[in-house]
């Protein structure tokens, strides 16, 4: 009994849902086509047109300062592998070696604190004030869904007092659902209406405690790395001073690149000596006027010749109010994602093609490119079964709902706060699906179904719902 019960209730909420929705969408049609009038509020509009600009603001400044952070952290790699290398350089019997090895640690300890004090100070503040967002973002597209059932309410009950048969019972039930929902609608657009302007005004404050933070920090950072480098400055002339009398010389290395036309390059004298092997001295002094040769190219560093691996997108934002700081820290690891370069089927046949066209004995310029830059190549084929090709879209699988996109997990709970709204538990899976009407999205809002559901039940109208995209990841 207990189990009928239950599910008489659910097939009620069900039905609920779907007149509400269909009593929605009729409203939505008749204020398009001016056969009915709708509640319009100036002073609430300009409060959204506020948030959304205050919300993309916030965003990218989110972004940036990820961006900053992450170059900050590269930065303090950098510096450490270099005074990595200045220790090895550094041979024991030299003087000032401690000294120079103290100077290392300091500087590392330095990168590290000034990073931490940027997450602190400036990152977890970032996070906090972007938190609210949410939040406040699904409160005003319900509070527009409630002013649509105002207003459908009200319509009807003007339509019912104008008709020609008056029945008093369906003009008292009106009448009672009209006050019902005027009350919902108010409640959520009273508090709307005081929390928005409050928020607006404070991210005055906030800007300013954030760049303050930021500047006072890296000015502080800079004058300690300052005295850091003085003291290695010092050090380093002492070694200098000990050493002077040394020369310390390297062999250029032959430019790998063509010389200009109309110069020609200079013959090696005939004994073999290596008077003409230019050095470049290593203490800077300044070159004689005339010692530098005309039309002479500089070698190239290797660190030019050599393409960097592709910088990591910065990570998404993730919109709970408490950030874990290890979670933020982790952030910020390296990542490498090679370069691979995809050849279709129709692409070997028509280089065959240019092949056979070619004269004995040249090289293509293709050829050439393939000859020093390795490329992974990968083959595409389509596989044909019973007369149909296979797609890689699980939009006509069987086992996935119809119009299925892509799939998405939960990386946080979500209650729902109204009966078209998903639950979510962070660890969902979550099948997307468009909307019916795509009028009917609101912006930053998704259509799916759980995955579990949907393998349970099979059915789309009673497990579909909305659901917001940034409590989400996308999985495939």
Same mark, same amino acid.
């Given at each position: 009994?207990?189990?009928?019960?239950?599910?008489?209730?659910?097939?009620?909420?069900?039905?609920?849902?779907?007149?509400?929705?269909?009593?929605?969408?009729?409203?939505?049609?008749?204020?398009?086509?001016?056969?009915?009038?709708?509640?319009?509020?100036?002073?609430?509009?300009?409060?959204?047109?506020?948030?959304?600009?205050?919300?993309?603001?916030?965003?990218?400044?989110?972004?940036?300062?990820?961006?900053?952070?992450?170059?900050?952290?590269?930065?303090?790699?950098?510096?450490?592998?270099?005074?990595?290398?200045?220790?090895?350089?550094?041979?024991?019997?030299?003087?000032?070696?401690?000294?120079?090895?103290?100077?290392?640690?300091?500087?590392?300890?330095?990168?590290?604190?000034?990073?931490?004090?940027?997450?602190?100070?400036?990152?977890?503040?970032?996070?906090?004030?972007?938190?609210?967002?949410?939040?406040?973002?699904?409160?005003?597209?319900?509070?527009?869904?409630?002013?649509?059932?105002?207003?459908?309410?009200?319509?009807?009950?003007?339509?019912?007092?104008?008709?020609?048969?008056?029945?008093?019972?369906?003009?008292?039930?009106?009448?009672?659902?009209?006050?019902?929902?005027?009350?919902?609608?108010?409640?959520?657009?009273?508090?709307?209406?005081?929390?928005?302007?409050?928020?607006?005004?404070?991210?005055?404050?906030?800007?300013?405690?954030?760049?303050?933070?930021?500047?006072?920090?890296?000015?502080?950072?800079?004058?300690?790395?300052?005295?850091?480098?003085?003291?290695?400055?010092?050090?380093?002339?002492?070694?200098?001073?000990?050493?002077?009398?040394?020369?310390?010389?390297?062999?250029?290395?032959?430019?790998?690149?063509?010389?200009?036309?109309?110069?020609?390059?200079?013959?090696?004298?005939?004994?073999?000596?290596?008077?003409?092997? =230019? $050095? +470049?001295? %290593?203490?800077?002094?300044?070159? *004689? /006027?005339? &010692?530098?040769?005309?039309?002479? #190219?500089?070698?190239?560093?290797?660190?030019?010749?050599?393409?960097?691996?592709?910088?990591?997108?910065?990570?998404?934002?993730?919109?709970?109010?408490?950030?874990?700081?290890?979670?933020?820290?982790?952030?910020?690891?390296?990542?490498?994602? =090679? $370069? +691979?370069? %995809?050849?279709?089927?129709?692409? *070997? /046949?028509? &280089?065959?093609?240019?092949?056979? #066209?070619?004269?004995?004995?040249?090289?293509?310029?293709?050829?050439?490119?393939?000859?020093?830059?390795?490329?992974?190549?990968?083959?595409?084929?389509?596989?044909?079964?019973?007369?149909?090709?296979?797609?890689?879209?699980?939009?006509?699988?069987?086992?996935?709902?119809?119009?299925?996109?892509?799939?998405?997990?939960?990386?946080?709970?979500?209650?729902?706060?109204?009966?078209?709204?998903?639950?979510?538990?962070?660890?969902?899976?979550?099948?997307?699906?468009?909307?019916?009407?795509?009028?009917?999205?609101?912006?930053?809002?998704?259509?799916?179904?759980?995955?579990?559901?949907?393998?349970?039940?099979?059915?789309?109208?009673?497990?579909?719902?909305?659901?917001?995209?940034?409590?989400?990841?996308?999985?495939?």
């Amino acid at each position: 009994m207990a189990e009928m019960g239950s599910k008489g209730v659910t097939a009620g909420k069900i039905a609920s849902n779907v007149q509400k929705k269909l009593t929605r969408a009729q409203e939505k049609v008749l204020q398009k086509l001016g056969k009915a009038d709708e509640t319009k509020d100036e002073q609430f509009e300009q409060c959204v047109q506020n948030f959304n600009k205050q919300l993309t603001e916030g965003t990218r400044l989110q972004k940036d300062l990820r961006t900053y952070l992450a170059s900050v952290k590269a930065m303090h790699e950098a510096s450490k592998k270099l005074n990595e290398c200045l220790q090895e350089v550094y041979e024991p019997d030299w003087p000032g070696r401690d000294e120079a090895s103290k100077i290392a640690e300091n500087n590392d300890l330095l990168w590290m604190d000034y990073h931490q004090k940027l997450v602190d100070q400036a990152l977890l503040t970032m996070d906090t004030y972007l938190g609210q967002f949410p939040d406040i973002k699904s409160r005003i597209a319900k509070r527009g869904r409630k002013l649509v059932d105002y207003d459908s309410a009200r319509h009807h009950y003007e339509s019912l007092q104008t008709a020609k048969k008056k029945d008093e019972a369906k003009i008292a039930k009106a009448e009672e659902e009209l006050i019902k929902a005027q009350k919902v609608f108010e409640e959520m657009n009273v508090d709307l209406q005081e929390e928005l302007p409050s928020l607006w005004n404070s991210r005055v404050g906030f800007y300013v405690n954030t760049f303050q933070s930021i500047a006072g920090l890296e000015e502080n950072f800079h004058k300690e790395m300052s005295k850091l480098n003085q003291n290695l400055n010092d050090v380093l002339v002492s070694l200098e001073r000990q050493h002077g009398s040394n020369t310390f010389t390297v062999k250029a290395q032959p430019s790998d690149s063509a010389p200009a036309k109309g110069n020609k390059s200079p013959s090696p004298p005939p004994d073999g000596s290596p008077a003409a092997t =230019p $050095e +470049i001295r %290593v203490n800077h002094e300044p070159e *004689p /006027a005339g &010692a530098a040769t005309p039309g002479a #190219a500089l070698p190239k560093s290797p660190s030019q010749l050599r393409k960097g691996p592709p910088v990591p997108p910065p990570p998404k934002h993730t919109p709970s109010k408490e950030v874990k700081q290890e979670q933020i820290l982790s952030l910020f690891d390296d990542t490498f994602v =090679p $370069e +691979i370069s %995809v050849t279709t089927p129709s692409q *070997p /046949a028509e &280089a065959s093609e240019a092949a056979g #066209a070619q004269e004995p004995g040249e090289t293509t310029a293709s050829e050439a490119a393939s000859s020093s830059l390795p490329a992974v190549v990968v083959e595409t084929f389509s596989a044909t079964v019973n007369g149909t090709v296979e797609s890689g879209s699980g939009a006509g699988r069987l086992d996935l709902p119809p119009g299925f996109m892509f799939k998405v997990q939960a990386q946080h709970d979500y209650t729902a706060t109204d009966t078209d709204e998903l639950q979510l538990k962070a660890g969902d899976v979550v099948l997307v699906i468009p909307f019916q009407n795509p009028e009917e999205q609101d912006e930053g809002w998704l259509m799916g179904v759980k995955e579990s559901d949907w393998n349970q039940h099979k059915e789309l109208e009673k497990c579909r719902g909305v659901f917001p995209e940034n409590f989400t990841e996308r999985v495939q």
